[in-house]
């Protein structure tokens, strides 16, 4: 079978103009799209803060002045390395607009990539542990921990580092991106049942319009069943608003689709601790309580807003959750 070869229009924008000292053939710029995460070598999920770091670290090893004992010929190879290479990596991720622009374009890599899976080729024997690994965060993160503090010790090497950290990024991409197809148990078609997304009628706080964006586009991708991606939005609006009651509740869902219980449960708790009207969160609790059989009320606030929900549903199911289980027989 032929190689993958195709272009996303969306790319283009962010890799116009920008000049390659060292020439790419693997992972992700094998797409013809320049991976500014293994060019800085983070997760593609890493936050501004930790991007930050690794930028200063690496632009102080790259500085001209850094190693006097270097010559002429190394001091100009990492002097392009930064200007060329690290820096304007660093100015897509660090700015907000950019940044979001170019998760929405990895978002689309890795569902294309999933449906292009069977040409896609992964030559690094950590790549195809990553590709058929359970613990994918896991052997990811270490993976890039592990690889990333000598990226750019040694110059010649600089150009297959990159690349081995783009394989695992595009791995990752295809890995979250990817769907489950397999026959579900009667556990967990009922985890899979519909849970009302819609915004709750609420005064939305001046933290609200902060992860409002990305709230937006996880809804979106939830409503496809997009889980993976879903989560990364929600985990990013997480980063910027810990407190948002909506992206605690909404994750909730996320996890519970994905039967983790366990984990969807400490964050319904968390929301309804942050707005004990939070009826997303109320409604993924009661259906935790159902799959699990575990008392579903902790504290008298929460047995009461239990008791609504099923007051609201012996009600005839009108409202926000009418018809979420069918209506009653006639």
Partial sequence: MSKVHWRLNLTAPLVQNCFMPVKIDRGLFKYDFVDHHAILGVPVDADVKDIRKRYLKIARFLHPDSSVAASATEKQQKSELLSKLVNPAYETLSQEKKRAEYIIVLSQMGKRLVQESASVEISSDLGKQLAGASNIEQIY??????????????????????????????????????????????????????????????????????????????????????????????????????????????????????????????????????????????????????????????????????????????????????????????
């Fill in 141 to 330: 993160k270490t993976g890039i921990a592990k690889i990333a503090p000598t990226q750019y010790d040694s110059l010649p090497q600089v150009r297959e580092v990159i690349a081995l950290l783009s394989e695992l990024n595009l791995v990752y991409l295809m890995r979250t991106a990817s769907k489950s197809f397999a026959p579900q148990s009667p556990l967990a078609q009922l985890k899979n049942q519909s849970i009302p997304t819609k915004p709750d009628t609420q005064t939305p706080s001046k933290e609200d319009s902060v992860a409002a964006p990305y709230i937006s586009r996880a809804q979106e991708l939830m409503a496809k069943n997009e889980l993976g991606q879903a989560k990364v939005e929600l985990q990013y609006a997480l980063k910027l608003e810990p407190n948002n009651s909506r992206c605690h509740s909404l994750i909730g869902i996320v996890y519970l689709k994905q039967n983790l219980t366990t984990t969807a449960k400490v964050h319904f708790d968390r929301a309804l601790q942050l707005d004990p009207t939070d009826q997303t969160a109320l409604e993924g609790k009661r259906r935790i309580t159902k799959i699990t059989g575990e008392n579903p009320g902790t504290t008298n606030q929460t047995a009461k807003s239990n008791t609504n929900v099923k007051q609201s549903d012996k009600s005839g199911g009108s409202g926000l959750f009418g018809g979420l289980f069918g209506g009653r027989k006639k």
